[in-house]
Protein backbone atom coordinates (compact mmCIF):
# COMPACT_ATOMS: atom_id res chain seq x y z
CA UNK A 1 0.00 0.00 0.00
CA UNK A 2 1.65 3.39 -0.86
CA UNK A 3 0.84 6.33 0.89
CA UNK A 4 2.53 9.55 1.14
CA UNK A 5 2.97 9.20 5.18
CA UNK A 6 1.77 6.16 7.84
CA UNK A 7 -0.54 8.65 10.18
CA UNK A 8 -2.13 11.73 9.71
CA UNK A 9 -3.12 13.79 12.51
CA UNK A 10 -5.69 16.48 12.66
CA UNK A 11 -5.37 19.05 15.38
CA UNK A 12 -2.03 20.04 17.39
CA UNK A 13 -4.11 20.35 20.86
CA UNK A 14 -3.20 17.76 23.77
CA UNK A 15 -4.65 14.88 22.64
CA UNK A 16 -2.98 15.12 18.65
CA UNK A 17 0.59 16.23 20.07
CA UNK A 18 0.83 13.30 22.78
CA UNK A 19 -0.58 11.11 20.05
CA UNK A 20 2.35 12.45 17.48
CA UNK A 21 4.84 11.74 19.81
CA UNK A 22 3.89 8.65 20.72
CA UNK A 23 3.90 7.46 16.75
CA UNK A 24 7.98 9.00 16.40
CA UNK A 25 8.58 6.75 19.41
CA UNK A 26 7.95 2.82 18.92
CA UNK A 27 4.83 2.57 18.55
CA UNK A 28 5.40 1.68 14.45
CA UNK A 29 7.84 -0.71 15.36
CA UNK A 30 7.33 -2.85 12.37
CA UNK A 31 7.71 0.07 9.77
CA UNK A 32 11.02 1.92 10.97
CA UNK A 33 10.73 5.66 10.82
CA UNK A 34 6.64 6.56 10.70
CA UNK A 35 5.78 9.37 8.65
CA UNK A 36 3.19 11.59 10.60
CA UNK A 37 1.39 14.23 9.00
CA UNK A 38 -0.26 17.14 11.78
CA UNK A 39 -2.69 19.30 10.58
CA UNK A 40 -4.25 22.22 12.71
CA UNK A 41 -4.51 25.93 11.30
CA UNK A 42 -3.39 27.49 14.61
CA UNK A 43 0.40 29.02 15.39
CA UNK A 44 1.31 28.22 18.91
CA UNK A 45 0.83 31.76 20.55
CA UNK A 46 2.39 31.17 23.84
CA UNK A 47 -0.67 32.10 25.52
CA UNK A 48 -1.62 31.54 28.73
CA UNK A 49 -3.56 28.14 29.87
CA UNK A 50 -3.46 25.69 32.37
CA UNK A 51 -4.37 22.38 32.68
CA UNK A 52 -5.07 20.56 35.88
CA UNK A 53 -5.41 16.88 36.93
CA UNK A 54 -4.72 14.09 39.61
CA UNK A 55 -2.30 11.16 39.13
CA UNK A 56 -0.78 8.89 41.34
CA UNK A 57 2.66 8.39 39.52
CA UNK A 58 4.61 10.77 37.37
CA UNK A 59 3.56 11.77 33.72
CA UNK A 60 5.24 13.25 30.48
CA UNK A 61 3.80 16.75 31.04
CA UNK A 62 5.26 17.25 34.56
CA UNK A 63 7.70 19.26 32.79
CA UNK A 64 5.36 21.76 32.54
CA UNK A 65 4.34 21.85 36.14
CA UNK A 66 3.24 24.98 37.72
CA UNK A 67 2.20 23.42 40.57
CA UNK A 68 1.24 20.36 42.81
CA UNK A 69 -0.40 19.50 46.05
CA UNK A 70 -2.19 16.69 48.63
CA UNK A 71 -4.66 18.44 49.69
CA UNK A 72 -8.05 20.26 47.75
CA UNK A 73 -10.23 22.21 49.39
CA UNK A 74 -13.91 22.77 48.96
CA UNK A 75 -15.71 25.59 50.00
CA UNK A 76 -19.62 25.52 49.90
CA UNK A 77 -22.06 28.23 49.17
CA UNK A 78 -22.13 29.81 53.00
CA UNK A 79 -18.19 29.45 53.32
CA UNK A 80 -17.61 26.97 55.23
CA UNK A 81 -14.84 25.19 54.11
CA UNK A 82 -13.25 21.32 53.73
CA UNK A 83 -9.69 20.30 53.35
CA UNK A 84 -9.59 16.85 51.29
CA UNK A 85 -6.38 14.82 51.82
CA UNK A 86 -5.49 12.80 49.41
CA UNK A 87 -3.45 9.85 50.06
CA UNK A 88 -1.12 8.69 46.99
CA UNK A 89 -2.61 11.29 44.62
CA UNK A 90 -1.65 14.61 44.01
CA UNK A 91 -3.29 17.10 42.18
CA UNK A 92 -1.14 18.80 39.50
CA UNK A 93 -1.20 22.30 36.87
CA UNK A 94 0.33 22.48 33.78
CA UNK A 95 1.51 25.42 32.00
CA UNK A 96 -0.63 24.07 28.57
CA UNK A 97 0.26 27.50 26.61
CA UNK A 98 4.40 26.95 27.18
CA UNK A 99 3.85 23.43 27.16
CA UNK A 100 2.24 23.16 23.54
CA UNK A 101 4.55 25.45 22.12
CA UNK A 102 7.41 23.59 23.18
CA UNK A 103 5.91 19.98 21.79
CA UNK A 104 4.88 21.42 19.09
CA UNK A 105 8.35 23.18 18.25
CA UNK A 106 9.81 19.35 19.01
CA UNK A 107 7.69 17.71 16.72
CA UNK A 108 7.83 19.90 13.97
CA UNK A 109 11.85 19.74 14.25
CA UNK A 110 11.37 15.40 13.67
CA UNK A 111 12.07 15.26 9.85
CA UNK A 112 9.39 12.40 10.00
CA UNK A 113 6.74 14.99 10.51
CA UNK A 114 5.18 17.40 8.33
CA UNK A 115 2.95 20.34 9.49
CA UNK A 116 0.31 21.63 7.44
CA UNK A 117 -0.56 24.84 9.31
CA UNK A 118 -3.94 25.02 7.04
CA UNK A 119 -7.65 23.65 7.94
CA UNK A 120 -8.20 20.08 6.86
CA UNK A 121 -11.47 20.59 4.48
CA UNK A 122 -12.16 17.25 3.39
CA UNK A 123 -11.69 13.19 4.16
CA UNK A 124 -11.27 10.28 1.89
CA UNK A 125 -11.36 7.36 4.07
CA UNK A 126 -11.34 3.50 2.13
CA UNK A 127 -10.00 -0.28 3.11
CA UNK A 128 -6.77 0.34 2.01
CA UNK A 129 -5.75 4.14 2.61
CA UNK A 130 -7.28 7.27 4.24
CA UNK A 131 -6.67 10.72 2.44
CA UNK A 132 -7.11 14.29 3.59
CA UNK A 133 -7.16 17.75 1.69
CA UNK A 134 -5.47 20.26 3.75
CA UNK A 135 -3.79 23.35 2.26
CA UNK A 136 -5.03 22.90 -0.90
CA UNK A 137 -3.50 19.04 -2.08
CA UNK A 138 -4.69 15.54 -1.05
CA UNK A 139 -2.11 13.68 1.19
CA UNK A 140 -2.72 10.00 1.98
CA UNK A 141 -1.66 7.86 4.81
CA UNK A 142 -2.46 4.60 6.78
CA UNK A 143 -4.14 6.22 9.51
CA UNK A 144 -5.84 9.04 10.31
CA UNK A 145 -6.45 10.14 14.53
CA UNK A 146 -9.24 12.99 13.64
CA UNK A 147 -9.11 15.43 17.21
CA UNK A 148 -10.83 18.49 16.04
CA UNK A 149 -13.25 19.60 18.38
CA UNK A 150 -16.64 20.52 17.80
CA UNK A 151 -17.67 24.27 17.26
CA UNK A 152 -19.44 26.22 19.43
CA UNK A 153 -21.33 27.72 16.77
CA UNK A 154 -22.96 24.07 15.95
CA UNK A 155 -24.43 23.91 19.60
CA UNK A 156 -28.30 24.82 19.64
CA UNK A 157 -29.55 27.88 20.81
CA UNK A 158 -32.76 27.78 21.64
CA UNK A 159 -34.21 26.13 24.72
CA UNK A 160 -34.91 22.75 23.69
CA UNK A 161 -35.50 19.34 24.07
CA UNK A 162 -31.92 18.41 22.57
CA UNK A 163 -30.02 21.09 24.80
CA UNK A 164 -29.95 19.08 27.83
CA UNK A 165 -27.13 17.67 26.04
CA UNK A 166 -25.70 20.51 24.70
CA UNK A 167 -24.03 22.76 27.46
CA UNK A 168 -21.47 24.91 27.58
CA UNK A 169 -18.90 25.05 29.96
CA UNK A 170 -17.32 28.71 30.24
CA UNK A 171 -14.38 30.03 32.03
CA UNK A 172 -12.40 32.88 33.15
CA UNK A 173 -9.48 33.07 34.90
CA UNK A 174 -6.86 35.51 36.33
CA UNK A 175 -3.28 34.84 37.38
CA UNK A 176 -2.40 37.18 40.07
CA UNK A 177 0.57 38.37 42.67
CA UNK A 178 -0.40 39.46 45.77
CA UNK A 179 2.84 41.54 48.07
CA UNK A 180 1.74 40.40 51.11
CA UNK A 181 2.82 37.06 50.88
CA UNK A 182 -0.69 36.19 52.39
CA UNK A 183 -1.94 33.30 50.25
CA UNK A 184 -2.39 29.70 51.57
CA UNK A 185 -0.76 27.44 49.21
CA UNK A 186 -1.00 24.33 51.06
CA UNK A 187 -4.31 23.46 49.58
CA UNK A 188 -5.71 24.22 45.91
CA UNK A 189 -9.79 24.98 45.82
CA UNK A 190 -11.31 22.19 43.62
CA UNK A 191 -14.71 24.40 44.23
CA UNK A 192 -15.54 27.36 46.02
CA UNK A 193 -19.19 28.18 45.50
CA UNK A 194 -19.24 30.95 47.51
CA UNK A 195 -18.25 33.69 45.12
CA UNK A 196 -21.20 33.77 42.50
CA UNK A 197 -24.46 33.39 43.40
CA UNK A 198 -26.30 33.36 39.77
CA UNK A 199 -28.97 31.43 38.40
CA UNK A 200 -26.25 28.92 36.44
CA UNK A 201 -24.11 26.13 38.21
CA UNK A 202 -20.93 28.36 39.02
CA UNK A 203 -17.80 27.47 40.61
CA UNK A 204 -14.22 29.03 41.53
CA UNK A 205 -10.84 27.25 41.75
CA UNK A 206 -7.72 27.85 42.75
CA UNK A 207 -4.76 27.18 41.98
CA UNK A 208 -1.83 28.87 44.65
CA UNK A 209 1.82 28.27 43.36
CA UNK A 210 3.35 30.38 46.31
CA UNK A 211 2.35 32.89 49.30
CA UNK A 212 2.24 35.60 46.66
CA UNK A 213 1.02 33.81 43.38
CA UNK A 214 -2.31 32.01 42.49
CA UNK A 215 -4.65 31.28 39.67
CA UNK A 216 -8.17 32.27 40.29
CA UNK A 217 -10.42 30.62 37.79
CA UNK A 218 -14.22 31.51 37.44
CA UNK A 219 -16.67 28.48 36.02
CA UNK A 220 -20.10 28.58 34.66
CA UNK A 221 -21.67 25.41 33.27
CA UNK A 222 -25.52 26.24 31.31
CA UNK A 223 -26.76 26.86 27.73
CA UNK A 224 -26.39 29.93 27.10
CA UNK A 225 -24.02 31.13 30.58
CA UNK A 226 -22.70 34.72 30.76
CA UNK A 227 -19.05 35.34 31.39
CA UNK A 228 -18.10 34.99 34.91
CA UNK A 229 -16.07 37.01 36.59
CA UNK A 230 -12.99 35.96 38.97
CA UNK A 231 -12.32 38.65 40.80
CA UNK A 232 -14.73 38.40 44.10
CA UNK A 233 -12.60 34.97 44.53
CA UNK A 234 -9.59 36.74 44.13
CA UNK A 235 -10.07 39.70 47.11
CA UNK A 236 -11.32 37.18 49.07
CA UNK A 237 -8.49 34.76 48.59
CA UNK A 238 -5.67 37.82 49.48
CA UNK A 239 -8.18 39.08 52.16
CA UNK A 240 -8.73 42.49 50.89
CA UNK A 241 -4.92 42.97 50.59
CA UNK A 242 -3.60 44.86 47.14
CA UNK A 243 -3.06 42.21 43.93
CA UNK A 244 -1.99 42.28 40.81
CA UNK A 245 -3.11 40.42 37.31
CA UNK A 246 -0.31 39.23 35.21
CA UNK A 247 -2.09 37.33 33.07
CA UNK A 248 -5.70 36.15 32.41
CA UNK A 249 -7.16 32.65 30.55
CA UNK A 250 -10.67 32.90 29.25
CA UNK A 251 -12.31 30.30 26.83
CA UNK A 252 -15.63 27.53 26.13
CA UNK A 253 -15.47 24.34 26.36
CA UNK A 254 -18.58 22.25 24.46
CA UNK A 255 -20.19 19.73 27.20
CA UNK A 256 -21.68 17.53 24.75
CA UNK A 257 -22.63 13.72 24.36
CA UNK A 258 -19.87 12.53 21.88
CA UNK A 259 -21.66 9.55 19.05
CA UNK A 260 -20.67 6.99 19.73
CA UNK A 261 -18.49 4.99 18.16
CA UNK A 262 -15.12 5.82 18.22
CA UNK A 263 -13.95 4.10 14.93
CA UNK A 264 -15.19 6.86 12.17
CA UNK A 265 -14.62 4.37 9.26
CA UNK A 266 -11.97 2.35 7.92
CA UNK A 267 -9.04 3.72 8.95
CA UNK A 268 -10.11 6.78 10.56
CA UNK A 269 -10.18 6.71 15.12
CA UNK A 270 -11.46 10.12 16.99
CA UNK A 271 -9.64 11.05 19.43
CA UNK A 272 -9.63 13.62 22.22
CA UNK A 273 -12.93 15.20 22.92
CA UNK A 274 -14.28 14.02 19.47
CA UNK A 275 -13.20 10.85 20.67
CA UNK A 276 -15.20 11.09 23.94
CA UNK A 277 -11.93 11.52 26.29
CA UNK A 278 -13.35 14.68 27.94
CA UNK A 279 -15.70 13.91 30.22
CA UNK A 280 -18.96 15.89 28.84
CA UNK A 281 -20.76 16.28 32.82
CA UNK A 282 -17.64 17.39 34.30
CA UNK A 283 -14.62 18.22 31.47
CA UNK A 284 -12.37 16.53 33.06
CA UNK A 285 -9.80 14.88 30.41
CA UNK A 286 -5.76 15.05 30.98
CA UNK A 287 -5.50 11.19 32.96
CA UNK A 288 -8.12 10.08 30.14
CA UNK A 289 -6.15 10.99 27.19
CA UNK A 290 -2.83 9.93 28.72
CA UNK A 291 -4.44 6.73 29.05
CA UNK A 292 -5.91 6.74 25.72
CA UNK A 293 -2.57 7.89 23.89
CA UNK A 294 -0.91 4.86 25.75
CA UNK A 295 -3.88 2.59 24.29
CA UNK A 296 -3.23 3.35 20.78
CA UNK A 297 0.21 3.16 20.86
CA UNK A 298 -0.15 -0.68 22.09
CA UNK A 299 -2.83 -1.43 20.02
CA UNK A 300 -0.63 -0.21 16.83
CA UNK A 301 2.75 -2.22 18.36
CA UNK A 302 0.23 -5.81 19.30
CA UNK A 303 -1.79 -5.37 16.16
CA UNK A 304 -0.60 -3.23 13.43
CA UNK A 305 -4.04 -0.76 13.83
CA UNK A 306 -5.28 1.60 16.34
CA UNK A 307 -8.64 0.30 17.21
CA UNK A 308 -8.34 -1.91 19.99
CA UNK A 309 -8.89 0.45 22.83
CA UNK A 310 -10.53 -0.64 26.02
CA UNK A 311 -14.51 0.20 25.96
CA UNK A 312 -15.57 2.71 28.29
CA UNK A 313 -17.25 1.34 31.38
CA UNK A 314 -21.00 1.30 30.78
CA UNK A 315 -22.34 3.18 33.20
CA UNK A 316 -20.82 6.11 32.07
CA UNK A 317 -22.70 7.72 29.43
CA UNK A 318 -25.78 7.00 30.59
CA UNK A 319 -24.91 8.57 34.17
CA UNK A 320 -22.69 10.93 32.12
CA UNK A 321 -26.70 11.73 30.48
CA UNK A 322 -28.38 11.95 33.40
CA UNK A 323 -25.71 14.55 35.10
CA UNK A 324 -26.28 16.79 31.47
CA UNK A 325 -30.12 16.61 32.08
CA UNK A 326 -29.77 17.60 35.82
CA UNK A 327 -27.38 20.43 35.04
CA UNK A 328 -29.92 21.79 32.71
CA UNK A 329 -33.07 22.03 34.86
CA UNK A 330 -31.47 22.62 38.59
CA UNK A 331 -28.81 24.94 37.55
CA UNK A 332 -27.23 26.81 40.49
CA UNK A 333 -29.23 24.36 42.78
CA UNK A 334 -27.05 21.53 41.56
CA UNK A 335 -24.23 22.82 44.07
CA UNK A 336 -25.13 20.94 46.52
CA UNK A 337 -24.49 17.56 44.43
CA UNK A 338 -21.58 18.82 43.98
CA UNK A 339 -20.50 19.73 47.09
CA UNK A 340 -21.49 16.21 48.40
CA UNK A 341 -19.90 14.12 45.92
CA UNK A 342 -16.80 15.51 46.61
CA UNK A 343 -17.04 15.64 50.80
CA UNK A 344 -19.22 12.25 51.52
CA UNK A 345 -17.21 10.09 49.49
CA UNK A 346 -13.79 9.09 49.93
CA UNK A 347 -11.92 11.24 48.26
CA UNK A 348 -9.86 8.48 46.05
CA UNK A 349 -13.54 7.19 45.12
CA UNK A 350 -14.06 10.34 43.99
CA UNK A 351 -11.04 10.97 41.33
CA UNK A 352 -11.57 7.56 39.98
CA UNK A 353 -15.46 8.18 39.18
CA UNK A 354 -14.51 11.57 37.57
CA UNK A 355 -11.73 10.11 35.48
CA UNK A 356 -14.29 7.09 34.28
CA UNK A 357 -12.18 4.53 36.18
CA UNK A 358 -15.14 3.65 38.82
CA UNK A 359 -15.53 0.49 39.66
CA UNK A 360 -19.26 -0.90 40.64
CA UNK A 361 -18.44 -0.52 44.72
CA UNK A 362 -17.11 3.05 43.78
CA UNK A 363 -20.30 3.73 41.59
CA UNK A 364 -22.72 2.75 44.16
CA UNK A 365 -20.45 4.24 47.18
CA UNK A 366 -20.94 8.17 44.54
CA UNK A 367 -24.83 7.44 43.83
CA UNK A 368 -25.20 7.23 47.79
CA UNK A 369 -23.53 10.41 48.48
CA UNK A 370 -25.55 12.73 46.09
CA UNK A 371 -28.73 13.85 46.98
CA UNK A 372 -31.30 11.82 44.70
CA UNK A 373 -33.93 14.21 43.97
CA UNK A 374 -32.17 16.30 41.11
CA UNK A 375 -31.33 13.12 39.34
CA UNK A 376 -34.95 11.47 40.15
CA UNK A 377 -36.46 14.59 38.41
CA UNK A 378 -33.54 14.63 35.38
CA UNK A 379 -34.79 10.61 34.31
CA UNK A 380 -38.78 11.81 34.37
CA UNK A 381 -40.10 12.69 30.72
CA UNK A 382 -39.46 16.02 29.77
CA UNK A 383 -43.19 17.86 29.90
CA UNK A 384 -43.85 19.57 26.33
CA UNK A 385 -42.90 23.33 26.95
CA UNK A 386 -40.25 22.68 29.65
CA UNK A 387 -36.79 24.84 28.89
CA UNK A 388 -33.10 24.34 29.61
CA UNK A 389 -31.58 25.86 32.76
CA UNK A 390 -34.81 26.47 35.26
CA UNK A 391 -35.07 29.71 36.64
CA UNK A 392 -35.54 30.49 40.61
CA UNK A 393 -38.16 32.81 41.13
Do not use: K, N
Request: proline content about 8%.
Amino acid sequence: MATDVDHIVLGAGLSGLLLTRALLTDADRHRAGARVLLVDPRPAQGRRLTYAYWSRRPTSLDRWAVGSWDVLRVVARDGQTADLALGDWRYSAIDWGRGRAELLDEVAADPRVRLVAEPADRLRDGPDSVSVRAGGRWISGRWLYDSRPPSLSALPRRRARCSSQSLVQVFRGLWITSDRGSIDASAATLLDFSADHGDDLAFTYVLPTSATSAMVMAVRMGLQPDEPDPAPAVRRLVAGEPWTAVAEESGATPLLMPPPPRRLGPRVLAIGQRGGRVRPSTGYAVRRILADTDAIRRSLIQHGHPFDLPADPRWQRPLDAIWLRALSHEGADLQAAFASLVTRAPIDTVLRFLDGDASTRDLATVIGSLPPRPFIRALLPLRMGDGVGRRRS
